[in-house]
């Protein structure tokens, strides 16, 4: 990057999609741009395909909760041209009242498959299209909340004494889901749905 | 005593009186024995999850060298180890891994918490962290540190080589298996609260706003 020049994707950007790009500022050098929640997938699909941007590279997915509590919740796409060189930081600002839901990149980038199941993770932001998306991080049965919210308190909802029990509960088999571990010997007994999603060949292929 | 003083052993009364005896002094020369060879080959089986299992690495490579306590064999298998060492932060998410682990130790086992996350949670007073694996697994020996020098972890090894030492076959209450309570809990639910102490656990207590 050259100093503190504003990327030329944002000009081209806008001059694409008009009112979807919301505002634009450089930090550090580093160009952001927010985009219309509604148009983020749109944005991101041109960003990647368009000739003279070709961000062919995900580096992150990210949200932030600022303290203050009406400042809306923002999922970062942190974007890389491997060719070009160049990076761009692309910012969806998600009303806390309004659903905290963006669609799924999933489609335009697979490595975004874990990128976002951790973001819903650890901030319950949802994302639509997304082929998979279950806790990553924390246990699937989970049940205190999503850890990076400003909500949610340092030591969890519940008490010491109910979180080690709920350990000691656990099934140390429990934390991965049946596709994970031996998918082949359990397919008889996975759910329906399951079963149906693995032979549509969503998490590879299974006969 | 297996010389015969030819001035008593034609007397019965004698004979008596040392076979009533002879059981006590068995029994303590065996505990000797026994307890003699479990401390100086105690398997040790690995449970590193952090800074605290490089510095165990250390403490088994030919620096410090574990093996010249008879820890020759670093056990991967829970099933051939007698000491579960705990090296590092314990997350709740593993905490059925490692009480899965020590239920699949055979008696007897005994266990160290190596360093200061394992022992009491240290930093991590957060959601996702045990405050100390003996909320999971009993405890016999705590190493202190963040993480433990080797000289540490080997300190807390000759500790527990002094502890078993000091076992007798006769108590069978060493060897029992704890077992979770009617609560689902080892120790009482107001002591696991308490390790939360001084803050309290509060769902107003956001330390962020």
């Known amino acids: 990057m050259n100093g503190t ?4 994707s944002i000009p081209a950007l806008r001059a694409e999609f008009g009112a979807a790009v919301e505002r634009h500022l450089v930090s550090c050098g580093d160009s952001i741009v927010y985009v ?5 997938h749109d944005v991101l699909a041109w960003l990647r395909d368009t ?16 303290r203050d509590p009406e400042r809306p919740l923002e999922v970062v796409y942190q974007l890389r041209s491997l060719p070009r060189k160049a990076d761009l930081r692309v910012k969806v600002a998600l009303d806390q009242a309004g659903p905290l839901e963006v669609r799924s990149v999933w489609d335009l980038w697979r490595g975004a498959d874990w990128l976002e199941r951790e973001v819903y993770d650890m901030f319950g932001v949802t994302f639509p299209g997304h082929p998979d998306l279950r806790r990553i991080l924390m246990w699937e049965t989970y049940s205190e909340g999503y850890p990076l ?19 000691l509960a656990g099934n140390p088999e429990a934390h991965y889901s049946l596709e994970e571990l031996s998918i082949a010997d359990a397919f008889h007994e996975l759910p329906a749905e399951m079963r149906e999603r ?10 | 005593m297996g010389l015969s003083n030819p001035a008593t052993e034609n007397r019965a009364d004698e004979l008596t009186t040392v076979s009533a005896m002879s059981p006590n002094w068995i029994t303590s020369r065996l505990d000797f024995l026994t307890n003699w060879a479990r401390a100086n080959s105690l398997w040790p089986m690995p449970f590193g999850t952090a800074c605290c299992a490089i510095e165990y690495m250390a403490t088994a490579a030919s620096r410090f060298d574990i093996a010249r306590f008879g820890m020759e064999r670093q056990s991967f298998s829970p099933r051939q180890a007698d000491v579960l060492i705990c090296a590092g932060r314990l997350p709740f998410k593993l905490a059925p891994v490692i009480r899965r682990i020590w239920d699949q130790m055979p008696q007897p086992k005994w266990s160290i918490s190596m360093g200061a996350c394992a022992s009491s949670g240290g930093i991590f007073d957060n959601y996702s962290m045990v405050q100390g694996i003996d909320t999971i697994i009993p405890v016999d020996v705590y190493v202190p540190g963040c993480p433990p020098r080797p000289e540490g972890l080997m300190y807390g090894i000759l500790l527990l080589q002094k502890k078993i030492r000091g076992e007798t076959l006769a108590d069978e209450s060493l060897r029992e298996e704890t077992l979770v309570g009617p609560s689902g ?7 696991v609260d308490e390790l939360s102490e001084p803050f309290g656990n509060s769902v107003h207590q956001t330390r962020s706003a």
């Open chain 1, 5 to 8: 020049a504003l990327s030329p």
């Open chain 1, 36 to 40: 219309s929640r509604e148009r983020s």
């Open chain 1, 51 to 66: 000739a003279s941007e070709r961000f062919d590279y995900l580096t992150d997915i990210t949200a932030v909760e600022y």
């Open chain 1, 149 to 167: 919210r400003k909500a949610f308190p340092l030591r969890g909802h519940f008490s010491r004494a109910e979180q080690t029990r709920q350990a």
């Open chain 1, 198 to 207: 693995l032979q549509r060949g969503e998490r590879g292929y299974l006969r």
């Open chain 2, 185 to 191: 809990l080892f120790l009482p639910p107001e002591r």
